[in-house]
T-cell receptor, first 108, second 112 residues
Framework: AQRVTQPEKLLSVFKGAPVELKCNYS??????LFWYVQYSRQRLQLLLR??SRESIKGFTADLNKGETSFHLKKPFAQEEDSAMYYC??????????FGKGTRLSVIA | DTAVSQTPKYLVTQMGNDKSIKCEQN?????MYWYKQDSKKFLKIMFS???????INETVPNRFSPKSPDKAHLNLHINSLELGDSAVYFC???????????FGSGTRLTVV
């Protein structure tokens, strides 16, 4: 069965500090992984997908199949990055499975 | 133009009532979903549906039923509402087998 684990419920960092939001997954096949962001009381928005290997709003994430991880990183946090971040896994034929989310709080 | 729209945005109702939440997408997607986000912000799949197949999460009570009049709509009907049903419900859509989900803005349901 697919599983996505985000070990941190809350991550607080100072503005300008580096950020790393952790995500580990469990899936026997070839996964497709995503990061979604939810700003306060808004809809979920796609932030990154691993296949596109792009950087959005300064965030990057690399799929590490050996460690079954897809950590989200940003070198310098900004206050507007404060939000809920969800890691998600797509196995193709079943709906997207989400981790429990990490609330990022960037302190001025 | 809103790609995935849900109505109502807020719904406050009494225990025991029956209510529906509507969802419409104009993206030409063939698969739609309902997710529940609880008070701890956990997101859990409730249903996925395309014109051929309904997949139900087995943990969803049968008081919840999806209704799809056509490919662009997937409504959520809830019977005999309970306090524990209070949550934010998100509709989403995608192409079957495709990976990009587009979410609606959510319906905040409060059962009193």
């Amino acid at each position: 069965a697919q599983r996505v684990t985000q070990p941190e419920k809350l991550l607080s960092v100072f503005k300008g500090a580096p950020v790393e939001l952790k995500c580990n997954y469990s899936y026997s096949g070839s996964p497709e992984l995503f990061w979604y962001v939810q700003y306060s009381r808004q809809r979920l928005q796609l932030l990154l997908r691993h296949i596109s290997r792009e950087s959005i709003k300064g965030f990057t994430a690399d799929l590490n199949k050996g460690e079954t991880s897809f950590h989200l990183k940003k070198p310098f946090a900004q206050e507007e990055d404060s939000a809920m971040y969800y890691c998600a896994l797509n196995s193709g034929n079943t709906p997207l499975v989400f981790g429990k989310g990490t609330r990022l709080s960037v302190i001025a | 133009d809103t790609a995935v729209s849900q109505t109502p945005k807020y719904l406050v109702t009494q225990m025991g009532n029956d209510k529906s939440i509507k969802c419409e997408q104009n993206l030409g997607h063939d698969t739609m979903y309902w997710y529940k986000q609880d008070s701890k912000k956990f997101l859990k799949i409730m249903f996925s549906y395309n014109n051929k197949e309904l997949i139900i999460n087995e943990t969803v009570p049968n008081r919840f039923s999806p209704k799809s009049p056509d490919k662009a709509h997937l409504n959520l009907h809830i019977n005999s509402l309970e306090l524990g049903d209070s949550a934010v419900y998100f509709c989403a859509s995608s192409l079957r087998g495709g990976s990009g989900y587009t979410f609606g803005s959510g319906t905040r349901l409060t059962v009193v």
